[in-house]
């Protein structure tokens, strides 16, 4: 598919990564190598409310920017274009990767693409993560 039709058939959604490790004092030293190799941190994902695909644009999808707030203090911010300079390209290989090994991504399937900032260290509070647009905010509370 282009990334129109891609675009077009999928749903976005603003989301929160929230990683953890089975390694103690990880963060935020991990080597990569086994971030990558293993999902060495993979916790879990909160996402927002679903966008309708078609109603947005590849160019628009690398303009939008995520702010990380900790009990109401901006602590991280990033664009929506550190993914692959476009997260419709992170899906892009994602879905072209699985074609190569015979699977398919099923419409209902998620995936997180990439994040825009690295995340913080998780600490007691109150998370929201706020994108600008369509996107919304999604939140968690930690104790």
Not at 46 to 59: H, I, K
Not at 97 to 115: E, P
Not at 130 to 143: A, I, M, Q, W
């Amino acid at each position: 598919m282009t990334p129109e039709e891609l675009l077009a058939n999928c749903t976005v959604a603003a989301d929160m990564e929230v990683p953890d490790s089975r390694f103690a004092k990880w963060f935020p030293s991990l080597s990569k190598y086994l971030v990558m190799s293993d999902c060495a941190v993979g916790g879990y994902v909160v996402y927002g409310t679903p966008v309708d695909g078609a109603e947005l644009t590849v160019e628009g999808m690398a303009g939008y920017t995520g702010k990380c707030y900790h009990d109401g203090q901006l602590v991280k911010q990033g664009k929506t274009s550190e993914v692959l300079g476009n997260p419709v390209n992170s899906m892009q290989w994602l879905v072209g990767k699985l074609a190569s090994q015979g699977k398919s991504f099923k419409r209902v399937m998620h995936a997180s693409v990439g994040t825009v900032f690295v995340p913080p260290m998780l600490e007691a509070g109150k998370w929201v993560v706020e994108y600008d647009g369509p996107f919304g905010s999604v939140e968690l509370t930690v104790k």
